[in-house]
């Protein structure tokens, strides 16, 4: 199969680019399908660090196409500007960025809207980006919003639709208590984007097929996590789109068929960034201490991550889900110096034992998780003379596996692109999933 779709099964930043990055190096397009610039993806290549947040992390392969998908919000003048920083790496763009006409585009108010709401909300914040992500998949929702095709139209015709557009945006920033912003020099600076985007712009559900029938390999790159999904994560703590397998269908036009592996990343422990339920979270030594050894601080707004424990009933749930075929397991080297490390196998919700995750936060937060203690191995996982796994970490990996229902392939050690290791386990298990046993939530 031509189509591989690389989805977080955590609450983000599950290293998904550098997956992505490792795997691109056979592709000829890789494809963003939904969400924003509230993504942070990092690649690092020879010890020099790449962060995108709109573009495909495919892009440090000149061969690859990258496109930017019909199912994502995209800020216009963040773009741009993103842009140009791939560019002042020496990194040539021209004729290798396709934006669909269908994406939606995330309008300098919204960036301003979302701030503010979450000011107004206080202690009950979700703890977004404040990258107009909401309020953009909000004006989608109702039929409001701008789309990407938009660009094409005249420019009388954009710039009478750009100034109502904004002077909307500007009575809901008042309502807001917020500053309203300056309509003649928010529209020309759109105007000016738009003029370097526009020969970017096309209906790339075009080009995915016709790259299907020439049977070229297509990754698509998820961004955000399972957990994160608006429909089926941990509500209203989440994103507002579809991070799980069908947001990649619709968010690329491609058929469900075409999908071949489905890989799914998972951090070798847990983190999330914002508000909301996280069963696992360590808020004491140990999590200071995966934070510390893992660097773990947001790739787009510098928050420290929660931290915390491999939660296998969440992975188990995301397994299912998304029909996972494959998982890729990262940061397993940030756990090396541990003595001993948990992992949560099952909640307890008062009587019952649950095994897989209640999609309701007020059920999950009364959830207790069970943990199982493996031992460390206590050794360097990322070294370039290692062939395989030390003994202690191939077990904690192959618990991983058990515990999920879904066999491990590739082990990243670092995060470096070469500092990764295939995994073979055991058993060949694919992606089935664990039976459902334990008591159903309610
Ligand atoms: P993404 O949003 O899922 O692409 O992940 P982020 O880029 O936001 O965060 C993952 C962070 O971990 C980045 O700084 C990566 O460079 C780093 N990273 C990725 N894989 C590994 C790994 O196996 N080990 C270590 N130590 N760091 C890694
Ligand atoms: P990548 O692609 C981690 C979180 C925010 C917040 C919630 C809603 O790098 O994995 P939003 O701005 O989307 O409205 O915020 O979602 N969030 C992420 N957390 N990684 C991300 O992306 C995230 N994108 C959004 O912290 O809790
Ligand atoms: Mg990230």
């Known amino acids: 199969m031509s189509v591989s779709l690389i989805i977080g099964g955590q609450w983000g930043d599950e290293g998904k680019a550098k997956i992505i990055d490792y795997l691109a190096r056979d592709a000829d397009y890789v494809v963003r399908y939904q969400g924003g610039a509230n993504a942070g993806h990092t690649v690092v290549v020879d010890g020099k660090r790449f962060a995108f947040h ?80 909401a309020p953009a998949y909000t004006d989608k929702a109702s039929r409001r919003g701008v789309r990407v095709g938009d660009f094409l139209r005249s420019r009388s015709e954009l710039e009478q639709l750009l100034t109502q557009k904004i002077r909307e945006g500007n009575k809901a920033l008042r309502q807001l208590g917020a500053s309203p912003l300056p309509v003649g020099k928010t529209v020309a600076e759109l105007l000016r984007v738009k003029k370097r985007l526009e020969p970017m712009i096309t209906d790339t559900r075009l080009t995915l097929w016709s790259a299907l029938d020439k049977k070229k390999d ?14 089926h994560g941990t509500f209203p703590y989440v994103t507002s789109s579809n991070p799980t397998v069908g947001g ?11 999908l071949g592996r489905v890989i799914g990343i998972f951090k070798a422990y847990c983190t999330r960034v914002g508000n909301g339920p996280f069963p696992t979270e360590d808020v004491r030594k140990k999590g200071d201490q995966i934070r510390k050894l893992g660097g773990e601080y947001g790739t787009t707004t510098g928050r420290a991550r929660r931290c915390g424990w491999f939660d296998a009933v969440a992975a188990r749930t995301v397994v299912r889900l998304n029909g996972i075929t494959d998982v890729a397991l990262t940061k397993l080297d940030v756990l ?3 003595d001993d490390i948990k992992v949560c196998t099952s909640y307890r919700c008062g009587k019952k034992r649950l095994e897989y995750f209640p999609n309701d936060v007020r059920a999950l937060e009364r959830c207790k998780p069970h943990y199982e203690v493996m031992p460390g191995w206590k050794e360097t996982t990322n070294r370039a003379d290692r062939a395989e796994l030390p003994a202690k970490a191939a077990a ?19 995060p470096d692109r070469n500092a990764m290791i295939r995994f073979s386990s055991r058993r060949d298990r694919g992606g089935s999933g664990v039976p459902l046993t334990g008591d159903l939530p309610g």
Request: glycine letters at 14%; aromatic letters at 4%.
């Open 54 to 133: 709109l573009l495909p992390s495919g892009l440090l392969y000149p061969k690859v196409t990258c496109l930017l998908g019909g199912g994502m919000v995209i800020d216009p003048i963040a773009l741009s500007k993103e842009i140009d920083g791939v560019v002042a790496e020496g990194i040539e763009v021209k004729g290798r960025i396709l934006i669909s006409e269908q994406a939606h585009l995330v309008l300098p108010y919204h960036v301003l809207v979302d701030g503010a709401s979450e000011a107004k909300l206080g202690a009950r914040s979700i703890g977004t980006t404040r990258k107009g992500i």
């Open 218 to 231: 297509i990754l698509l790159e998820g961004a955000q996590g399972s957990l994160l999904d608006i429909d």
């Open 248 to 258: 990649a269908i619709v968010g690329t036009g491609l058929p469900a068929h075409a």
């Open 336 to 338: 090396d110096t541990f």
């Open 396 to 414: 904690y990996v192959g618990f991983l596996e058990e515990l999920i229902g879904c066999r491990i392939d590739l082990v990243s050690l670092g």
